[in-house]
């Protein structure tokens, strides 16, 4: 029978950390990969029996690169700290894996929590980040700080799962802003080369929004649709605004002395 690693990544999780350990606990080996952690997060790791890896953080990508050659065994499923693996995904992980015909990578979907209900639509149902379930060597992930993407080493397509896990992406109000004002800073290294302008960091934005609350349909999640598509809207807004900042960094240094 094929053994399936767990990876969790994580960094100051402790509060989410045990429930995304305990959701795995049908996997042959839990590794959770924490990037120096100061609030207890590895501790609880290691209280539940998690495998702990340290790993300075340079981006996702190759924070999860790391994760993968962490991983013992054939078959590897990865899980944020902020995930909850479904014992229905976890009976569907464990019929993939013993059918010698599946394929090599599966994209897992994931049902979000927000606000106090689950949200249909916003883009966020069914709500895919890279394929979850792979096969070591058949994928790694590209080196981009956040939102990475992958590389496939198979010539299989990739497969769907069917059953969904859970993700809880924010406590409250300030998650959001705080996972906003980091993402748009790690994001704008990524576009800090392209011709930017205020009036196109607003229209980026104003897309953004309009993208999730019209076309993904987030007016039918209520208010918690609207505060999805207008954290869409700060978060692309701040990422071009800080990386034009970084273009212009020179110029906006202020003056070494102000007049009165």
Same mark, same amino acid.
């Given at each position: ?10 960094? *100051? ?31 609880? /790791? ?22 993968i050659a962490?991983? +013992? ?16 995904? /976890? ?7 013993? *059918?010698?015909?599946? /394929?090599?990578?599966y994209w897992?979907?994931?049902? *979000? ?5 689950w949200i ?32 496939? +080493? ?46 196109? /960091?607003?229209?980026?934005? #104003? ?9 993904? #349909?987030?007016? #039918? ?10 954290? *869409? ?28």
């Amino acid at each position: 029978m094929p053994l399936v690693s767990v990876y969790i990544i994580a960094f *100051n999780e402790a509060e989410k950390v045990r429930a995304t350990i305990e959701s795995a606990r049908w996997a042959d080996e839990i590794i959770v990969v924490d990037s120096h952690s100061t609030d207890g997060t590895q501790d609880i /790791a290691t209280e539940m029996g998690a495998r702990i890896v340290q790993v300075d953080f340079k981006g996702f990508g190759d924070l999860r690169n790391h994760a993968i050659a962490a991983c +013992t065994y054939e078959w590897i499923f990865s899980l944020d700290a902020d995930e909850r693996c479904t014992p229905e995904a /976890a009976a569907e992980i464990k019929s993939i894996v013993n *059918n010698p015909d599946s /394929a090599d990578a599966y994209w897992t979907p994931r049902r *979000n929590f927000f606000m106090g209900k689950w949200i249909k639509h916003s883009g966020w149902y069914p709500n895919y980040r890279q394929p979850q379930l792979f096969r070591k060597g058949k994928m790694r992930y590209d080196l981009k700080p956040v939102h990475e993407g992958y590389e496939l +080493t198979s010539e299989k397509p990739v497969g769907h799962m069917q059953n969904a896990i859970w993700q809880f992406p924010f406590k409250n109000m300030a998650e959001v802003m705080h996972k906003a004002n980091r993402y748009s800073s790690l994001g704008a290294e990524k576009i800090k080369h392209k011709k930017i302008s205020m009036g196109s /960091a607003l229209s980026h934005g #104003l897309w953004s929004f309009v993208k999730h609350y019209v076309f993904k #349909l987030g007016f #039918l999640d209520g208010w918690a649709g609207f505060v999805i598509a207008l954290g *869409n809207f700060e978060g692309t807004f701040y990422r071009y605004v800080k990386a034009l900042e970084m273009q212009k960094s020179a110029e906006w240094q202020p003056p070494q002395e102000l007049s009165r």
